[in-house]
């Protein structure tokens, strides 16, 4: 009898704490789920804005702020109109070296878990800082929201098995101390943005990137073995801490044991303004030098913008507080200046944008002349 007590004792005993054992183990998961992901380190490619393997080609006045880059292919293209603030480099010794890092990376963001599952369109999401997971193709059509929840060091990884493609005036925000730095998408095979895009972070594409029109990045497009194609884009490669590829940032060498300032840098509490908000005001269709134009559509595309006023001649005409920045333009014959007031999100000051054209005159319509008929004198008249 005392055996059997004794034995129910021990089985309850032991399935208590298998129940604790299980609870915990969970817990663990859990947490290891939830464990914060250290930025995938760039290397050299950091310096860059834009990078392909194949060839980088342009149409319309771009803008690309950090360097830009192509190797092993050689071809850059469309560098006027479009506009480098940097340096580019074409099939040199630091391109070759950017894209081995460029490997190095997309390796590291591909290899990263515990992933989270997703599938189809991330539109209308709110995600949380961690590792997303594709199997195959990933749209967004909207905005999708990733939320640091306070924590500016918050890392999100997106794995994308095949194609990443954003409709037309599609978002990527950021919030609660969300940073572009620390977002990466790596893309299994390539990406398209749509026109009007506003995009944050990363893209580590395997073969190709491309920019439709009025797409805007802020962060870096880094193409490993095929073209990144641009048309009247923005793409800002913002200020992020450089990590050697596949480091994290307990590993950096050199690095400033904690608590201890380094020389010339921030102290801890302190902030610094940013500014790296950027715009530009383009005619669709192009304006052709020396020639009039008629109606047409102004747009503003850059990086940062809050709100673009719009007016001319000094009469408001359109004001607009989100993206696409655009407005339709019909005036009457003679010269005319459209300016476009840009107000922006961070430190930038805000800027004017001044455009003059002539528009053409309303085509008329040349009536021909007759002369007056004579009177016919009737038959048979003799007067």
Do not use: E
Request: glycine share 12%.
């Amino acid at each position: 009898m005392s055996q059997s007590v004794s034995g129910g004792l021990k089985t309850k005993a032991w399935g208590a704490c298998g129940l604790w054992l299980g609870v915990l183990l969970s817990l663990l998961l859990a947490s290891s789920a939830g464990a914060a992901q250290p930025p995938v380190g760039l290397g050299t490619a950091s310096s860059f804005a834009v990078l392909a393997g194949s060839t980088v080609t342009n149409t319309g006045p771009s803008v690309v702020n950090g360097d830009l880059g192509v190797s092993p292919g050689t071809a850059v293209t469309g560098f006027p109109p479009g506009t480098v603030n940097g340096t580019i480099h074409a099939a040199d010794a630091v391109a070759a070296q950017a894209q081995t890092d460029t490997t190095t990376a997309y390796n590291d963001a591909a290899g990263r878990t515990p992933a989270v599952s997703v599938s189809g369109d991330l539109g209308g999401s709110t995600l949380t800082p961690g590792v997303y997971k594709a199997s195959s193709s990933l749209g967004l059509t909207g905005d999708v929201t990733l939320d640091a929840q306070g924590d500016p060091n918050a890392v999100f990884i997106f794995q994308v098995g095949s194609t990443l493609t954003t409709a037309s005036s599609s978002r990527v925000l950021l919030i609660n101390g969300a940073n572009a730095c620390n977002v990466f998408w790596q893309i299994g095979s390539s990406a398209t943005l749509g026109t009007n895009t506003s995009f944050k972070g990363t893209i580590l594409a395997l073969t190709s990137i491309t920019l439709n029109t009025g797409a805007t990045v802020d962060g870096r497009t880094l193409a490993r073995n095929g073209a990144v194609t641009m048309d009247t884009n923005t793409i800002t490669r913002g200020s992020c801490p450089t990590l050697p590829p596949g480091s994290t940032p307990g590993s950096t060498p050199g690095a400033t044991p904690p608590g201890a300032t380094p020389p010339g840098t921030t102290p801890p509490g302190a902030t610094l303004p940013v500014a790296i908000g950027t715009a530009i005001l383009a005619t669709m269709p192009p304006q052709r030098p020396n020639r009039c134009i008629g109606g047409f559509r102004a747009v503003v595309t850059g990086l940062r913008i809050r709100r673009v006023a719009f007016s001319l001649d000094g009469r408001s005409i359109a004001t607009r507080s989100r993206s696409p920045f655009t407005v339709s333009v019909r005036s009457l014959s003679g010269v005319h200046r459209l300016t476009a007031r840009v107000t922006f999100t961070d430190a930038t000051r805000p800027a004017n944008l001044r455009l003059r054209y002539r528009a053409c005159g309303a085509a008329r319509r040349r009536v021909p002349t007759r002369r007056p008929r004579r009177p016919r004198r009737p038959s048979g008249f003799t007067g």
